[in-house]
C-alpha cells in the first residue's frame, strides 16, 4: 500500500534550482534599510560596511544596489574584497578597513583603495607606492583609542605625526576609530573612547592636517548615539535588517534582507522509540513524521540547532530534531498537517506571518547573527529578489 502510494510521487523532485537549498536577497528591503538608517544622520556620509561578501548577502550585488540608491563609500575588511568589488565594475570610493601588510600597498595604490591605516610603519611603505601618482593618495588613520584592535594609539600619535610630515605623496582625508561598546548605550567606555578620539583629532589640527572625515560609528552607535556621528557613518548589520541590540527597533525600522530557505527532501512516518540521526540523540516518543531537509552545517545551519532550533512550514514552527548533519537535517512535523515532500521551508526570515530572526537563532547557538550570516555556506546559491 505504502509502496503503491509512493509510485505515484515523482521519485526525485525537481526544482528550478538544482538543490532548493538558497539565500534569498531581498535587495528593497536592503534599499529601504539603507534610506531609514540614512536618514538618521543625514549630515553624514554613509559607508556601506560590504565585508565579508557583505555579511554573507553578496558584496557585488549588495554594493551595485546601493550605489544604485546614490551610495558612494564602500566598506571592506582584506585587499581581496576590495579587488572582487572593482572588478565587477564599482567605481566609488572602497576603505580597506582591516589593515594590510606592506606588500599589499602598491596593488591598494593602484586599484585606489583608501586603506585606515593602524600604525605608523605602513606610511613610508604608502608613501613610496603611492609615489607615482598625481595628487596625494588619500589615506584614513585609524586610532586606537581603547578598543584595543588595529589602530595608533594617542600615545604614539606624534611619532605617527612626525613620520608623515617626510609622507609628500599622502593626504590624511579621514580619522577614524572602533567603539568597543557602541551597543550599551550607558557604557562609560564609549565617552572615554570619544574623548580620546578628540584629542588625537586635536594633534592633528595642531600638526596642521586638516582631516575632511571624522569618523566612529557603527550601526549600533549610528542608531543609538547621535554624538558619534561626525561625518561619515560605517554601518553593516542594519543595513542587512538586523538590529544589533534591541532597542534599535525602537527607533529606526529594519527588514531582515536573507531569508534562509530550502525545501523537504524526504518525508518519513515512523513508530514511537525511533532514533534519528547519528547518535540518536532524539528518540521519537510517540508515532511521528520526520522531515528531512537538504541543509547542514555545510551550509551555515548549526549543529547546535538540534537544541531548541526551529523552522517554518506550511504556516507552522517544527523542531529540529537529533543531530544536525554535514548536509541533511531533521525535522519534527508530527504536528504539520499534510507536510510532504517538495514543501518549502524557511530556516531564517519570514513566512507568512511569522518569522524567525537570525538573531533567535544565533542565540539559540550562543553567537551573534553577524557570525551566522556570513557563515552561510559557499555552496547556498545567494539569489536576488527586487
Ligand atoms: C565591521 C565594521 C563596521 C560595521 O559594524 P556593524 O556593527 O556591522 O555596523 C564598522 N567599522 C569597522 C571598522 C568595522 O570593521
Known sequence: MAEREAAKQPKILSFSCARPTLAEIDLNALVANYQALRALAVEAEFMAVVKADAYGHGAVEVSHALAREG???FGVATLGEAKELRAAGLDERIYLMGGFFAQEAPELVELDIVPFVADQSALPVLDSAAAGRAGGFPIHLKLDTGATRLGIT???????????????????????TLLASAADPSSPVTQ?????FDQGVEMLRCAGLAPRYLHVANSAATVLRADAHFD?????????????????????????VMTFKTRLLQVKRVPAGTG???????????????GVMPVGYADGYRRGLQHGGEVLIRGHRAPV???????????????VPGAAAGDPVVLWGGSGEDAISANDVAHLVGTISYE?????????PRVYRN
Open 71 to 73: 551610495c558612494r563609500h
Open 154 to 176: 594617542v600615545e604614539d600619535l606624534p611619532d605617527a605625526i612626525q613620520t608623515l610630515k617626510h609622507c609628500r605623496h599622502l593626504t590624511v582625508e579621514g580619522v577614524c
Open 192 to 196: 572615554r573612547q570619544l574623548g580620546a
Open 232 to 256: 561619515m557613518i560605517r554601518v553593516g548589520l542594519a543595513l542587512y535588517g538586523l538590529p544589533p541590540v534591541p532597542a534599535v527597533v525602537n527607533t529606526v525600522k529594519l527588514t531582515p
Open 276 to 290: 534519528v540521526s547519528y547518535g540518536h540523540t532524539f528518540v521519537t516518543r510517540r508515532p511521528s513524521v520526520i
Open 321 to 335: 530534531v537529533g543531530a544536525v548533519c554535514m548536509d541533511l537535517t531533521m525535522v519534527d512535523l508530527t504536528e
Open 372 to 380: 551566522l550570516l556570513c557563515t552561510v555556506g559557499r555552496r547556498v
